[in-house]
C-alpha cells in the first residue's frame, strides 16, 4: 500500500506558502507550479518497499526499450515542468543551495542525463561464429542519496536505473526527504503516464540510518549505489554486497603562469559559488604559483565579487564554521554574505565568494567546507603546485581543476592527482555537461572507479555466444 499522499502534499504546501515574493523574484521567477503530489512509491517500511519494486521490475524487465524510453522522456518533462518547484523545496527544506541554480541543476539533469541510448551491445563475429556482450538488468537496485543535491541524485538516478531495466529503492538523506520523495512521486507518475507500471522508484517514508543499513542488508537488492560522504560509502563496502561507491571530494584548482589569468579567476569564481559550492565537484580551494598569485586575487576581487578576509577574520570563520573541530552544518551551502554576517561582517551585495591566503594546512582549505570560501595556496613553483594540490585531494581521486595553457603541465598534473574528473580552463560543472561536452550525472563513483555513472553502470554484463553460426560475411 503506497502511503504518506498526505504528508507529501501538506510538506509542498507549508514550502511554498512559505515562500517570500523577494525569493520568487530574485530568480526571475513565475508563479510557482504545483505539481500533483500523491506520494506515490512511499513506504513506511523497508522490505514493504523493496517487495513492491520487485514487482513492478517484473514488468519493467519485459518492457522494450522503446517503452523504457517513453518513461525517461516522460521523467525528463516532468523533472523540466518541476525544476522550479524542486529547487525551492530543496532550498527550503535544506536551508543550503540558492533557488536560481539549483533550477539550472534540474534542467541539466534532464536534458543530459542519458537513457536507453546508454545501454550497448559489443560483438565479435567470425569464423567461429557470433559472441555478444549484452547490458542487462541487476533488478532492484538500493540507493542512498545525499542533501547537497537531494531531488538531482533521485532524478538523475533513476533515470539511467530505469533505462537498464532495473527499479529503484531510495533511503534518502533524513535532511531532504520532502524534497527527495516528491521527485519519487513525480518518476512513478511519469511511468503511470507513459503505460508503465507504479513504483517504478520507491522510498521509506522516513529514511534513518537504520532503514539504510536494512537496505544494505536486503536479500534482494544486489547492487547498492551510495553518493555521499566518506561514512556512507565505506558502510556500503563493508556490507558483503555489490557497492557503487561515490564519495567526498575536495577539489582543487591549480593555476599556472601559462593561463589566461583574468579568465581562470571568473571560471574559478564561478565553479565555486554554483549553488553555493554545494557540488561535489566544485573548487574547494585554489593553489596558484607565486609568479600570479597576486594578479589571480586581483581579478578575483575586481571583478567576480570576491572578500578578502584577514587572520583575525579567517579565525572567526573558523569558529563558526567549523565548530569544535567539526563541521557546521547550519554554515554548508550557504552563501558568502551569509557566512559574512556570521562573524559580524556586513557586506555589499556584489559579494559572492570569501578568500584569502594561506598555508596548505589551514583548516578552511584542507576540509571539505561546502560553501562559498576559497582558500588561496601560494606555491614557489608549478612542481610544489602540483604536490599541494595533490596533497589537498586526499587521496578521494574525484575532481581536480587546472589554468594553464601548457600541455605538459596539464599531463603532469593529471597523472599525478589521478582523480574522476579533471576540467582544463574552465568552471568546474562543466564537468558535468554545463558548459562543457558530455552527459551529465550527481553521482560521480570516485571511490569505486566506475567514474561518471549513467544507465550502463548500471547493468551486468552477459555474454551469448553461438558458436560455427550466424557469422553471415
Ligand atoms: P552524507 O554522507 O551525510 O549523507 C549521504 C547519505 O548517506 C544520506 O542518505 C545519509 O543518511 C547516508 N549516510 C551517512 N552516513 C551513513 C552511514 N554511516 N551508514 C549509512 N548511511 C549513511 O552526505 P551529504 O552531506 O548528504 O552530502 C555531502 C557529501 O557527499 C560530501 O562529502 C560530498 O562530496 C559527497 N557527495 C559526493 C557525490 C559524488 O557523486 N561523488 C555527490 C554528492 C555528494
Redesign the pocket.
Known amino acids: 500500500m503506497s502511503l504518506n499522499e498526505k504528508m507529501v502534499q501538506d510538506a509542498v504546501k507549508k514550502v511554498l506558502a512559505n515562500m517570500k515574493i523577494s525569493e520568487m523574484t530574485a530568480v526571475g521567477a513565475k508563479e510557482p507550479r504545483m505539481a500533483s503530489v500523491n506520494g506515490r512509491g512511499v513506504f513506511e517500511d523497508m522490505n514493504e518497499a523493496v517487495e513492491t519494486a520487485k514487482e513492478a521490475q517484473k514488468v519493467v524487465r519485459k518492457m522494450s526499450m522503446d517503452q523504457r524510453e517513453t518513461i525517461i522522456s516522460a521523467i525528463r518533462r516532468k523533472t523540466h515542468e518541476n525544476a522550479e518547484t524542486l529547487a525551492r523545496l530543496g532550498v527550503e527544506e535544506t536551508g543550503m543551495g540558492n533557488v536560481g541554480d539549483k533550477i539550472l541543476k534540474h534542467h541539466l539533469v534532464a536534458d543530459k542525463t542519458p537513457g536507453t541510448e546508454d545501454i550497448t551491445t559489443t560483438a565479435w563475429s567470425g569464423d567461429r561464429g557470433l559472441t555478444l556482450v549484452e547490458m542487462g538488468p541487476f533488478g532492484v537496485i538500493g540507493a542512498?542519496?545525499?542533501?547537497?543535491?537531494?531531488s538531482e541524485?533521485v532524478l538523475c538516478n533513476a533515470m539511467g536505473m530505469i533505462a537498464g531495466g532495473n527499479t529503484v529503492v531510495f533511503?534518502?538523506?533524513?535532511?531532504?526527504v520532502e524534497t527527495s520523495l516528491f521527485a519519487v512521486n513525480l518518476i512513478n507518475e511519469a511511468s503511470l503516464e507513459s503505460g508503465g507500471p507504479d513504483h517504478i522508484a520507491c522510498s521509506v517514508a522516513s529514511?534513518?540510518?537504520e532503514t539504510?543499513?536494512r537496505m544494505?542488508k536486503h536479500k534482494d537488492l544486489p547492487l547498492i549505489v551510495?553518493?555521499?560522504?566518506?561514512?556512507?560509502?565505506?558502510?556500503?563496502l563493508s556490507s558483503g554486497k555489490r557497492g557503487i561507491?561515490?564519495?567526498?571530494?575536495?577539489p582543487p584548482a591549480l593555476v599556472d603562469e601559462t593561463a589566461d589569468i583574468r579568465k581562470a579567476a571568473r571560471d574559478i569564481v564561478n565553479g565555486c559559488v554554483f549553488d553555493n559550492n554545494?557540488?561535489?565537484?566544485a573548487e574547494k580551494e585554489v593553489v596558484a604559483v607565486a609568479a600570479v598569485t597576486d594578479e589571480l586575487i586581483g581579478w578575483m576581487t575586481e571583478e567576480n565579487g570576491c572578500y578578502v578576509i584577514d587572520e583575525r577574520q579567517q579565525r572567526a570563520l573558523v569558529d563558526v564554521v567549523l565548530k569544535e573541530g567539526k563541521l557546521n552544518?547550519r554554515c554548508?551551502g550557504r552563501d558568502a554574505k551569509t557566512l559574512l554576517s556570521m562573524i559580524g561582517i556586513s557586506s555589499p551585495s556584489e559579494i559572492r565568494c570569501i578568500i584569502f591566503e594561506g598555508e596548505k594546512e589551514h583548516p578552511l582549505i584542507r576540509t571539505?567546507l561546502?560553501m562559498p570560501i576559497l582558500g588561496i595556496v601560494r606555491t614557489k613553483d608549478f612542481e610544489e603546485a602540483v604536490e599541494t594540490a595533490v596533497w589537498l585531494e586526499q587521496g578521494?581521486r574525484?575532481s581536480a581543476h587546472i589554468h594553464s595553457k601548457n600541455i605538459d603541465n596539464i599531463t603532469t598534473y593529471a597523472k599525478a592527482i589521478d582523480t574522476?574528473i579533471l576540467v582544463k580552463n574552465a568552471p568546474s560543472y562543466a564537468a558535468i555537461g554545463f558548459g562543457g561536452e558530455g552527459f551529465c550525472?550527481?553521482?560521480?563513483?570516485?571511490?569505486t572507479g566506475e567514474g561518471l555513472?549513467s544507465a550502463g553502470t548500471f547493468t551486468k554484463r552477459r555474454r551469448c555466444v553461438m558458436s560455427d553460426s550466424l557469422c553471415i560475411r
Open positions: 542512498i542519496t545525499p542533501c547537497t543535491n537531494p541524485t533511503n534518502p538523506h533524513p535532511a531532504a529514511p534513518t540510518l539504510g543499513n544494505m551510495a553518493t555521499g560522504g566518506p561514512g556512507v560509502v565505506t558502510a556500503v561507491g561515490a564519495g567526498a571530494g575536495n554545494l557540488p561535489c565537484i552544518r554548508v571539505e561546502m578521494n574525484h574522476a550525472t550527481f553521482t560521480i563513483a570516485s571511490r555513472t
